[in-house]
């Protein structure tokens, strides 16, 4: 008599609706039907378990086993709030050919209204692992509700969840060629089916063995080791590849490796980090970026995409918005507009009810959330006693703070309140760009055309100091214990550009730029980032350079563990240094040391950088082309080159931290 196959019966009796039991009945709030595949075949007799992801311990609603064809169904009659996520784990079963291997374990994490069929798999495992880096625990997910929403929403773009194959956004025609993410994928893939499929314990235990996190313990399970590898992906590098070489050996004529997933890595990569760029929605080279309270991602930007310019021709762009997940909010070409704004740099703010952005011309546009201005350009009093704008900052108590980069003084509005506006007239302000407020309400103001941050108490504007940085000071950001790190273009030693005093925006822009082309030879860096302490004292008086990694630093941001991240404007990457009290680190590492620098094809030149509730580092590309955005008249095919094209998202590689940002930084 033939072996009954039970599990494959419960699968087509829930399929159908026949089956009623501890699973659930036909009308359970959630049900879903998939198939758990490895090395391009089925998982047979692997435990299968529907879980409940949010702020406590995740719950188990559901779980089964799956058939000889790797075939599972599974459902739960719990009604989920919107707190919470779901995801399945695939735990243990025997690949064709294989006996049962316990230290399987795959993930497929999903939003709490899950399509209902799916398949889990090696590159769903990687995708999930990787947005959801900063959850995991062993093989549990927990975390606050946004940050979960934030993971679960971009595992699509990497791994549509319905097939197991690549996603929408990695297949489109700017990540599958112009970065490695897709190789990337599918060589951690490719780990995960030798792991599964090798015979081999000692490859096994190697392979746990490199992908241990930094300061972590040895994974147990393939699960973990990919959470591990996504936490810190340039640990290790150099030894994953090779474990990857020996189950994939290249034949010695340069032929195709037996991987059961291609396009490959052809060789060692500095890191394992899947990122991928996004654009749209009037999106063309971004200034500062900030979070809403929602995770979505807004930005003023400088012009006007599709346009021809540059610092010496320009069309001003508006404001755009994007969804957690990437995906364009606001309308093509123009963004946001309104309030006479035209062309936005470093001013970009969020509050808790609205957005500030400030405007090359003198205005200053204030919008809801969903992109609409509230009032006009009327309703500022001071309208015509202000010049250039750059950055906003804003004070944990709704304060805000811009600053008026062409008349060297500050705009305040108390409580954010447009008609309590006020004029500050700040002793040693030189172009102020950047603007940060502490937790003692001191407002840190930086000067682009100096070498100095003024800093001084809201309340007494008079008793302003200032600190010396590096030369063109630009973005600052508080960490968690109130110690500013400050990003500035150049060295103290490096011959500085002369720009005149009271000079239009976009024209220190230029002559920067003219400098920069004529003196940053190739294999000459320049720039400095510095920590200056609340009571004022610097650990490193001449800046952080990381031995010649920073080259023109712009944009700084800190993460949930206090750590920070530079955009790397000429150098062309995101650098990510400890911070003032190193934790997490190897034995030894001190403030200001660099750790990684992230690169890749889709990374140009950045202004800012910035960390999501889910751990996730978005990188503003704001120039592509120097010759482009600073000629007087480029090359025609590159004339279109000198704004960046969209954002980059490195998935999982930061701690998390709370938004909007007000004030110092705050852990999520």
Known sequence: MPKIDMTRIITMLLAIGLLAGPLGPATAAVRIQGQVQVGGGPLANSAVTLWAASAGQPRQLAQTRTSSEGRFALGSQETLGADAVLYLVAKGGAAAGHGDNPAIAMLLLLTNAPRPKVVINELTTVASSFTAARFINGEGISGNALGLRIAAGNVPN???PSTGSWGKVLLDPINITQNTTLATLNTLGALISAFATAADQGWRDRFLKAATPLGGATP???LEA???????PWANANALYALFDEAYPEPKDGSRRKSPFAPYLAWAPPDFALMLTFAGGGLFAPGKFMFDANGNLWSGVNWM??????????????????????????????GFTGMGVDGVGWGTGVTLDKVWVTSFNGKIGVLDFEGRPIGNEKDFPFADQVGGLQGVGVAANGDVWIADATKN?????????????RLVQVKGLKSPFGVAIDAQNRVWVSNAQSDTVVRFPADDPSKAESFRAGIGVRGV?????GNLWVASNMSLDFPPPVIPDGVSIMKQFQLAGEHFLKVLTPGKTTG??????????????MGFTGNGVINAAWGVSIDGNDDVW????????VVLMAGAEPKGHPAGTKPGDVLHVFTGGTIQMLTDVVIDPAGNVWAANNWNSPEAAVYDKPAQPISTWGGGSGFTIIYGVAARVKAPLMGQVRAN
């Open 158 to 160: 990497l791994v549509d």
């Open 220 to 222: 147990r399970s393939v």
């Open 226 to 232: 990919i959470a591990g590898i996504a936490r810190t």
């Open 305 to 334: 995409p599709g346009s021809q310019s540059g610092v010496t021709h320009n069309i001003g762009g508006g404001t755009v918005k994007f969804s957690p997940n990437g995906s364009a909010l606001s309308p093509a070409v123009t």
């Open 409 to 421: 003084q500050m705009l305040y509005f108390p409580g954010g309140r447009v008609k309590d506006e």
């Open 477 to 481: 950001a508080l960490d968690s214990k």
């Open 528 to 541: 400095v980032v510095n920590m200056i302490r609340p009571d004022g004292t610097q650990p490193a008086p």
């Open 566 to 573: 530079v955009a790397n404007f000429w150098g062309r990457g």
